[in-house]
């Protein structure tokens, strides 16, 4: 029973949101002056430069009813007076621009729905009483992951601080893999087996659902590694609401993505996955709409088994089964608390794989069940998930926008019927309210410019998976992500840049076509601004395409198993003379690690002994590691697995600990322009990396 207070609390962003939309509808329509429309868009401006420097909700959502404001305003002008109709041609591109401006405000505006009052959710403590505790299955599909990849999960999941009777770990091989049955009874997992792969993931799940009874199921992706405290940090809400179906957390991944890596970007921009984690599920827990992202979560046997299992009329199990289970009146919630660590993509060409299926599921999903039609869930519900679906059409508008300047610049037709000065008037208040509400709403989660980059990247790839999906949504099967691959040599990988390098081939084009017709109209002021506004158009295009291209610039990546940056006091005891030595770690991994030595280790020490201890999560690490190299107190060793239980522990020691990823959020918050700098200088770094290795060649 809520008190009166927190009903309140409620209720208001409920009854901001009505009022703002009221008034911002109402305001927006009004039609001005040109002079009066930029003296408007000044002093909303400075009064936004402003509150963004203020904590709180209320800035927040003033910021985003200035926005929705100035928005609603140039769609409004673009509806009412940019329309003109000459010809077959020229009605064809200027729709087409349209569609793709009417699309992005659409995006704009549910994107603010959706992070109105994001849910900072705290974890809920379990019962002193551990009889009280339900038990748990804990499902780890794999398919064809390389054992070395899945052997981690599976042991830190038998590691998971619960009651042992109530924790049992099964591992789903549709793969049918002798190796790996032969590690389930060395470890002592249930190997789980199933006669045929239909439905892929989805049921992989049903059939281990099926053979399995514990009240709560824990799914993992087979390279996601759990804490130790996963469960214990978890449940407690399964435990204290009987209604909540489903607990999410977010997928942290350990390892650089391609953006990350080929950009060389990792210390200075915020991995593409923090956005949604960090942000967009808390938006959508506020409003009881959490997606289920198929790993790193905890669901309810018995919502489940009321809509027949996890979903498999899409490639999209994971959202899909959230969305019926919420249509059922389940509730779900969302922890923002990295308890697992995964395996990013390896290189651009697998990370478009992995979008092109949840582009190709969420379009399906949006076809075969619309969270705008059908009973069950509440209007912010229908709004999270519209905005999630509506998302992946992305690589259409995208495309749009990059051609949509060459309209004029190349065939001459005027796609915007207005003056260059008006559409500038009402566009550059526009985008610059949008940049910094959005900027200010995503601060250290993703920053800005960085998103048209990611997009650009993959659009080519994804427009016409989208197209198919969506009069076709029957079509299309579930492709499975590659992990733990290597890259041995660094390489363009021309097949996934080909499109944009076309597309920037273009630009330049394109850029040449303004210079020359500012030049030829400069005694025409209309003209030669038109040229002008295209030319800064096309510029801010090429920019992002260059930007894409250099992703596909693949980094030499060797390493099976990647270092981790930790700093854990341990001791290094020589075990022939009984010595020992404190230290502490730089970083961490599967196959060794780095230490810092208070001073110099004695000659002839050529192996220790690792111990650690913490008290907290229960782990200790008492495991032989071989001296790699010594300089000064920069110690290097390679561990000495003498059977599973040290491989236990070394997994504990690395990805077992409560804030083993604490630091993934550790960003500064969002700076457009330095934003922007940062985008310069990678492809300006980039580009010199490659001249500098054709000249060595040469």
Same mark, same amino acid.
């Given at each position: 029973?809520?008190?009166?207070?927190?009903?309140?609390?409620?209720?208001?962003? &409920?009854?901001?949101?009505? @009022?703002?939309?009221?008034?911002?509808?109402?305001? $927006?329509?009004?039609?001005?002056?040109?002079?009066?429309?930029?003296?408007?868009?000044?002093?909303?401006?400075?009064?936004?430069?402003?509150?963004?420097?203020?904590?709180?909700?209320? =800035?927040?959502?003033?910021?985003?009813?200035?926005?929705?404001?100035?928005?609603?305003?140039?769609?409004?002008?673009?509806?009412?007076?940019?329309?003109?109709?000459? +010809?077959?041609?020229?009605?064809?591109?200027?729709?087409?621009?349209?569609?793709?401006?009417?699309?992005?405000?659409?995006?704009?505006?549910?994107?603010?729905?959706?992070?109105?009052?994001?849910?900072?959710?705290?974890?809920?403590?379990?019962?002193?009483?551990?009889?009280?505790?339900?038990?748990?299955?804990?499902?780890?599909?794999?398919? +064809?992951?390389?054992?070395?990849?899945?052997?981690?999960?599976?042991?830190?999941?038998?590691?998971?601080?619960?009651?042992?009777?109530?924790?049992?770990?099964?591992?789903?091989?549709?793969?049918?893999?002798?190796?790996?049955? +032969?590690?389930?009874?060395?470890?002592?997992?249930?190997?789980?087996?199933?006669? +045929? !792969?239909?439905?892929?993931?989805?049921? !992989?799940?049903?059939?281990?659902?099926?053979?399995?009874?514990?009240?709560?199921?824990?799914?993992?992706?087979?390279?996601?590694?759990?804490?130790?405290?996963?469960?214990?940090?978890?449940?407690?809400?399964?435990?204290?609401?009987?209604?909540?179906?489903?607990?999410?957390?977010?997928?942290?991944?350990?390892?650089?993505?391609?953006?990350?890596?080929?950009?060389?970007? $990792?210390?200075?921009?915020?991995?593409?996955? !923090? @956005?949604? &984690?960090?942000?967009?599920?808390?938006?959508?827990?506020?409003?009881?709409?959490?997606?289920?992202?198929?790993?790193?979560?905890?669901?309810?046997?018995?919502?489940?088994?009321?809509?027949?299992?996890?979903?498999?009329?899409?490639?999209?199990?994971?959202?899909?089964?959230?969305?019926?289970?919420?249509?059922?009146?389940?509730?779900?919630? &969302?922890?923002?608390?990295?308890?697992?660590?995964?395996?990013?993509?390896? $290189?651009?060409?697998?990370?478009?794989?992995?979008?092109?299926?949840?582009?190709?599921?969420?379009?399906?999903?949006?076809?075969?069940?619309?969270?705008?039609?059908?009973?069950?869930?509440?209007?912010?519900?229908?709004?999270?998930?519209?905005?999630?679906?509506?998302?992946?059409?992305?690589?259409?508008?995208?495309?749009?926008?990059?051609?949509?300047?060459?309209?004029?610049?190349?065939?001459?037709?005027?796609?915007?019927?207005?003056?260059?000065?008006?559409?500038?008037?009402?566009?550059?208040?526009?985008?610059?309210?949008?940049?910094?509400?959005?900027?200010?709403?995503?601060?250290?989660?993703?920053?800005?410019?960085?998103? &048209?980059?990611?997009?650009? =990247?993959?659009?080519?790839?994804?427009?016409?998976?989208?197209?198919?999906?969506?009069?076709?949504?029957?079509?299309?099967?579930?492709?499975?992500?590659?992990?733990?691959?290597?890259?041995?040599?660094?390489?363009?990988?021309?097949?996934?840049?080909?499109?944009?390098?076309?597309?920037?081939?273009?630009?330049?084009?394109?850029?040449?076509?303004?210079?020359?017709?500012?030049?030829?109209?400069?005694?025409?002021?209309?003209?030669?601004?038109?040229?002008?506004?295209?030319?800064?158009?096309?510029?801010?295009?090429?920019?992002?395409?260059?930007?894409?291209?250099?992703?596909?610039?693949?980094?030499?990546?060797?390493?099976?198993?990647?270092?981790?940056?930790?700093?854990?006091?341990?001791?290094?005891?020589?075990?022939?003379?009984?010595?020992?030595?404190? =230290?502490?770690?730089?970083?961490?991994?599967?196959?060794?690690?780095?230490?810092?030595?208070?001073?110099?280790?004695?000659?002839?020490?050529?192996?220790?002994?690792?111990?650690?201890?913490?008290?907290?999560?229960?782990?200790?690490?008492?495991?032989?590691?071989?001296?790699?190299?010594?300089?000064?107190?920069?110690?290097?060793?390679?561990?000495?697995?003498?059977?599973?239980?040290?491989?236990?522990?070394?997994?504990?020691?690395?990805?077992?600990? $409560?804030?083993?990823?604490?630091?993934?959020?550790?960003?500064?918050?969002?700076?457009?322009?330095?934003?922007?700098?940062?985008?310069?200088?990678?492809?300006?770094?980039?580009?010199?990396?490659?001249?500098?290795?054709?000249?060595?060649?040469?």
């Amino acid at each position: 029973m809520m008190s009166p207070s927190e009903r309140i609390g409620r209720a208001t962003p &409920y009854i901001l949101i009505l @009022l703002g939309t009221l008034l911002v509808l109402t305001a $927006s329509q009004a039609m001005i002056s040109l002079a009066a429309q930029a003296y408007l868009s000044i002093a909303i401006l400075l009064c936004t430069l402003v509150i963004r420097r203020r904590p709180g909700h209320f =800035a927040r959502l003033l910021m985003m009813g200035l926005s929705t404001f100035i928005s609603l305003r140039y769609i409004f002008w673009r509806l009412s007076y940019t329309l003109e109709f000459e +010809n077959w041609f020229q009605t064809s591109l200027m729709l087409t621009l349209l569609f793709a401006e009417v699309y992005s405000w659409i995006i704009l505006f549910l994107g603010y729905m959706q992070l109105v009052w994001p849910l900072n959710r705290k974890e809920c403590p379990l019962p002193d009483d551990e009889s009280l505790w339900p038990s748990v299955d804990v499902f780890i599909p794999t398919y +064809n992951e390389d054992l070395s990849v899945v052997r981690n999960t599976v042991l830190a999941a038998m590691a998971m601080d619960w009651p042992a009777d109530r924790l049992h770990v099964y591992l789903l091989d549709d793969g049918r893999r002798p190796e790996f049955r +032969n590690f389930a009874d060395e470890v002592g997992v249930n190997y789980v087996i199933r006669a +045929n !792969n239909q439905h892929a993931k989805a049921g !992989n799940l049903n059939h281990a659902l099926a053979h399995t009874s514990s009240e709560l199921i824990a799914v993992f992706d087979c390279d996601h590694i759990p804490v130790k405290s996963f469960l214990i940090r978890t449940v407690g809400w399964m435990v204290q609401n009987r209604d909540i179906s489903l607990i999410q957390t977010p997928q942290h991944f350990y390892s650089l993505d391609p953006f990350q890596r080929n950009l060389d970007i $990792s210390e200075h921009i915020p991995p593409e996955s !923090n @956005l949604f &984690y960090g942000l967009v599920q808390p938006g959508n827990d506020f409003w009881n709409a959490t997606l289920f992202c198929g790993s790193c979560a905890v669901l309810r046997r018995t919502a489940l088994v009321s809509i027949d299992g996890f979903a498999v009329e899409t490639v999209t199990e994971d959202a899909h089964t959230s969305l019926r289970m919420q249509r059922k009146g389940w509730e779900s919630a &969302y922890l923002r608390e990295t308890l697992a660590g995964g395996l990013a993509t390896e $290189s651009l060409a697998l990370h478009v794989g992995q979008r092109i299926r949840w582009a190709r599921g969420m379009v399906q999903i949006f076809r075969t069940d619309n969270p705008l039609l059908g009973r069950g869930l509440s209007l912010g519900q229908r709004f999270c998930y519209l905005s999630a679906m509506l998302h992946f059409f992305f690589p259409i508008p995208r495309i749009i926008f990059l051609l949509a300047p060459m309209a004029f610049l190349f065939f001459g037709e005027n796609i915007i019927y207005a003056t260059p000065l008006a559409v500038m008037t009402y566009v550059v208040p526009h985008l610059l309210q949008s940049v910094l509400t959005q900027s200010r709403m995503q601060g250290r989660w993703r920053y800005s410019i960085w998103n &048209y980059v990611y997009e650009t =990247a993959i659009a080519t790839f994804l427009a016409p998976v989208v197209v198919v999906a969506f009069f076709a949504p029957r079509r299309g099967t579930f492709n499975v992500t590659a992990k733990g691959g290597l890259i041995t040599k660094d390489y363009l990988d021309t097949r996934m840049v080909r499109p944009n390098i076309v597309i920037g081939c273009l630009l330049v084009i394109a850029s040449f076509f303004g210079i020359h017709g500012m030049i030829d109209h400069r005694a025409t002021p209309v003209l030669f601004q038109t040229y002008g506004m295209n030319l800064l158009w096309t510029t801010a295009n090429l920019l992002i395409v260059l930007a894409a291209v250099t992703v596909g610039y693949e980094r030499r990546q060797v390493r099976r198993a990647p270092r981790i940056s930790a700093q854990l006091d341990i001791v290094l005891r020589d075990p022939e003379q009984g010595k020992r030595y404190p =230290a502490q770690t730089q970083d961490l991994s599967k196959g060794g690690l780095s230490v810092t030595m208070l001073g110099p280790l004695p000659q002839g020490v050529q192996v220790v002994e690792v111990e650690y201890i913490n008290k907290r999560d229960k782990i200790t690490t008492c495991v032989p590691a071989r001296i790699v190299n010594q300089r000064d107190v920069l110690v290097r060793l390679e561990w000495m697995s003498r059977d599973t239980q040290d491989e236990t522990a070394i997994i504990e020691m690395i990805f077992g600990r $409560s804030d083993a990823w604490s630091q993934w959020s550790n960003y500064s918050n969002d700076k457009p322009f330095h934003s922007l700098t940062i985008l310069t200088r990678s492809i300006a770094n980039l580009l010199m990396l490659v001249i500098l290795r054709r000249a060595r060649q040469v």
